[in-house]
């Protein structure tokens, strides 16, 4: 028993000095060895894209689009992306943390960190009833029914991102704070949607229902404008990075770009006008392969007459769910008409951070997919569309993407 007592000494020893040498300079180029580790991640919920060269553009014959969609070969890198528009529930969750930390700021909820900043403690119960809470809520004549209703428009979500173009212009010799934006947005969902998008037509019991009822936890979320998704991305990434751990993951959850949203769409399939692949929009049996306005409006002949759950249909090639109808989907892209006569074949995006006060044209983000409402021309991979960026419909909602760090997933050498 001793000896192994010893032996066992011997091996912590020799390991020991083992790891101490590992750590000192040996006069070789070696690079830096205390480097963390990084596997990888694999967001839940999300589907990997991987590199590829594709053609983008009409998939099908539009004399006119074709002189504002000319045919160009692109390339992009690996990424995830959502295998489903977000959902009510989901967006809830962004919505109840907005909401958790105006009231755990309000009530002085906060612990300091190693370095003296302070931060909020998740770890108090939060009181709804607390009269220093009232503020949260309508007062005076805004009350209705004696209800207690948290006063959504005070649901404030504040975040930073980093203007990298502005940081690379050659002309830029500012401060770095000058790259540093800050955003504050208001994140509750617009219900009024419902009724405002139809002209004398009875779509209040959705007003009502859509957002909070769990009847809709499972559809895909709507009323959210372009600043709206934005900020889902930058909360998205900072619950991440709060629960991760130590492995390292710089890039955020964002709107994909146009182009990774039309190379998503297509499966792996180049020039397919829609994900399921085909000329056709049925199956074998004759059942429509998506969520749209059939005919002339026969919106429920295809099993749904607004939204459909949102992993409704069958998947694409990608296992991604409704590129395809349901409700179109923000991307992270400026709209301009002539964008692919002046774009780059490496990763093509164009990005516009448009002011308050800028022009209504400047204002412009590309939607793609079409939607339950959108004749069939909308849910060809290759067809583009906009919508302003500070605009709620009741048909476009938003999926996020990911990119992947590394030349692909499969990668093992």
Same mark, same amino acid.
């Given at each position: 028993m001793r000896n192994i007592s010893i032996l066992a000494l011997a091996i912590v020893i020799v390991a020991s000095l083992f790891s101490a040498c590992s750590t000192k300079e040996t006069g070789q180029l070696i690079g830096v060895v205390d480097r963390p580790n990084y596997t990888g991640i694999n967001p839940y919920g999300m589907e990997y894209v991987p590199s590829a060269t594709f053609h983008i553009g009409q998939t099908d014959q539009d004399i006119f689009?074709? *002189?504002?969609?000319?045919?160009?070969?692109?390339?992009? &890198?690996? @990424? %995830?992306m959502d295998d489903t528009e977000i959902t009510n529930n989901e967006y809830r969750q962004f919505v109840n943390y907005v909401r958790d930390s105006i009231a755990h700021t309000t009530l002085d909820h906060f612990v300091e960190d190693e370095q003296g900043n302070q931060k909020i403690d998740w770890e108090y119960e939060i009181d709804y009833a607390? +009269?220093?809470l009232d503020g949260m809520y309508f007062q005076g004549d805004d009350v209705f029914g004696n209800a207690k209703e948290v006063d959504t428009r005070k649901l404030i979500y504040k975040y930073e991102w980093k203007d990298w173009d502005k940081a690379a212009s050659p002309n830029f010799k500012g401060k770095r704070t000058e790259i540093i934006n800050r955003e504050e947005v208001s994140i509750y969902p617009d219900t009024l949607v419902w009724i405002r998008d139809f002209a004398y037509s009875y779509? $209040?019991? %959705?007003?009502?229902?859509? %957002?909070?009822?769990?009847?809709f936890d499972d559809y895909p979320?709507?009323?959210?404008? /372009?600043?709206?998704?934005?900020a889902f991305g930058a909360w998205r990434t900072n619950l991440w990075n709060t @629960?991760?751990? +130590? +492995?390292?993951?710089?890039e955020e959850f964002r709107l994909p770009t146009e182009y990774e /949203? $039309? *190379?998503a769409a297509r499966g792996g399939h180049d020039l397919v006008p829609y994900p399921w692949g085909a000329y056709g929009l049925r199956n074998a049996k004759g059942c429509l392969l998506a969520n749209f306005k059939p005919g002339r409006g026969n919106y429920p002949e295809d099993g749904g007459h607004y939204t459909v759950k949102a992993d409704a249909y069958f998947p694409n090639d990608f296992g991604l769910y409704n590129m395809s109808g349901n409700v179109a989907e923000w991307t992270e892209s400026a709209f301009f008409e002539n964008a692919q006569s002046f774009i780059h074949d490496e990763n093509p995006n164009i990005k516009y951070d448009a002011k308050p006060d800028d022009p209504a044209v400047y204002?412009?983000?590309? &939607?793609?997919?079409?939607? /339950?409402?959108?004749?069939? *021309?909308y849910l060809q991979t290759g067809t583009r569309n906009w919508e302003y960026q500070d605009t709620t419909k009741s048909y476009i909602g938003f999926r996020c993407a990911l990119t992947f760090l590394g030349r692909s997933i499969n990668d093992t050498n």
């Open positions: 689009n074709s *002189y504002m969609q000319r045919p160009l070969a692109v390339s992009t &890198i690996g @990424f %995830f607390d +009269e220093g779509n $209040e019991p %959705f007003t009502r229902n859509y %957002f909070w009822h769990p009847a979320v709507v009323g959210v404008n /372009w600043k709206m998704a934005k @629960f991760r751990g +130590e +492995e390292p993951n710089t /949203w $039309e *190379y204002k412009r983000k590309v &939607i793609r997919g079409g939607s /339950w409402k959108d004749v069939a *021309y």
